[in-house]
């Protein structure tokens, strides 16, 4: 089985990928850290995908589409991929579907995480992080014993940059504009599955393992 999931930040993406890759013995194949990897080992796409990345420019979909296929053939997964952080365009969707089909697979199922945008920047702007010790908290749902000071070493609690509502509201819209056209490209194809994200991890883990054991 071949699977891709989407969500928003903050929606809980990769806390439910590691859960279905270990429920169902899958390979997670995270784009980022895929493409590190193969940089690391010094193979010739990592070597192209660097060249791009030192100079701070995407890597283009063919070299990514080629990493992917390089870890599917040299992985031999059972049960199936993962595929995490990847596609985000249509011509990237077309692409993995050639690529797929080459290797005698295809996407099977689509699972998108669906949080309304109040909530996402309820979860990420309530965040605080230790000035000293990084450690993380919540203002509603992890908070400190004492307002803006952290239990552990005492130092002051501040908000990352890319935690500001701000910020957010602009990393949603360009989530939006990167996802409404995929979400309607596997729904056409009958494999996407909406996921209601709201409640507990494991009320979204039900959730998704329910709609993966549907047969249709």
Avoid: W
């Avoid at 283009?60 to 049960?79: L, Q």
């Avoid at 509201?169 to 939006?176: D, M, N």
């Amino acid at each position: 089985m071949v699977l891709i999931i989407f969500g928003p930040p903050g929606a809980g993406k990769g806390t439910q990928a590691s859960m279905i890759t270990k429920n169902y013995d899958m390979l997670h194949i995270s784009t980022g850290d895929m493409l590190r990897a193969a940089v690391k080992e010094g193979a010739e796409l990592g070597n192209l995908a660097k060249s791009y990345m030192d100079k701070g420019e995407l890597v283009p979909d063919d070299v990514v589409i080629g990493v992917i296929r390089e870890v599917i053939k040299n992985t031999n997964s059972v049960n199936g991929y993962l595929l995490d952080g990847f596609p985000r365009t249509i011509p990237q969707a077309e692409a993995l579907d050639r690529m797929l089909n080459s290797e005698s697979l295809k996407v099977d199922k689509v699972v998108s995480i669906e949080v309304p945008d109040g909530e996402i920047i309820s979860r990420i702007g309530g965040r605080r992080v230790c000035e000293k010790c990084g450690v993380m908290y919540h203002k509603l749902y992890d908070p400190p014993k004492n307002a803006d000071v952290c239990d552990k070493c005492g130092g002051s609690l501040y908000q990352r940059d890319d935690d500001r509502e701000d910020v957010i509201r602009k990393r949603l819209e360009v989530y939006s504009r990167q996802t409404l056209p995929l979400k309607t490209y596997y729904r056409d194809a009958s494999i996407l599955r909406e996921i209601d994200g709201l409640g507990t991890i494991d009320d979204v883990r039900r959730r998704i393992s329910d709609s993966l054991n549907q047969r249709t």
